[in-house]
């Protein structure tokens, strides 16, 4: 079983950037698709982005394309969000996972503890 650890939230001003992690141990993500999701107070889990194996396929929602970019670093078991042109409504908890297919939020892991990003206007 894979466990995940997502870091790199902080609060930021509406315009900033953020890179968030999320590093894997207890099985290598190489061939896994991997997400990106975010919940804030009150709403349902949101699948925000997704990528391939091998990182030459993506996906973005409509409410963060062209603002964020998913990367990975499969020697280290890694993946990113750099997220740019940050605003309030991008507040939520950032939560990693893998992933069925990169543009399917099936996920299929148990869940990290997320980290939390605040965007203040």
């Known amino acids: 079983q894979v466990q995940l650890v997502e870091s790199g939230g902080r609060l930021v001003q509406a315009g900033g950037s953020l890179r968030l992690s999320c590093v894997a141990s207890?099985?290598?993500?190489?061939?896994?698709?991997m997400g990106w999701f975010r919940q804030a107070p009150g709403k349902e889990r949101e699948f925000v982005a997704g990528?391939?194996?091998?990182?030459?396929?993506?996906y973005y929602a409509d409410s963060v394309k062209g603002r964020f970019t998913i990367s990975r670093e499969n020697a280290k078991n890694t993946i990113y969000l750099q997220m740019n042109s940050l605003k309030p409504e991008d507040t939520a908890v950032y939560y990693c996972?893998?992933?069925?297919?990169?543009?399917?939020?099936?996920?299929?892991?148990?869940w990290g503890q997320g980290t939390q990003v605040t965007v203040s206007s």
């Open positions: 990528i391939n194996w091998s990182g030459g396929s993506t």
């Open positions: 207890g099985r290598t993500l190489r061939w896994s698709a």
């Open positions: 996972n893998t992933v069925r297919t990169v543009v399917d939020g099936t996920t299929l892991s148990d």
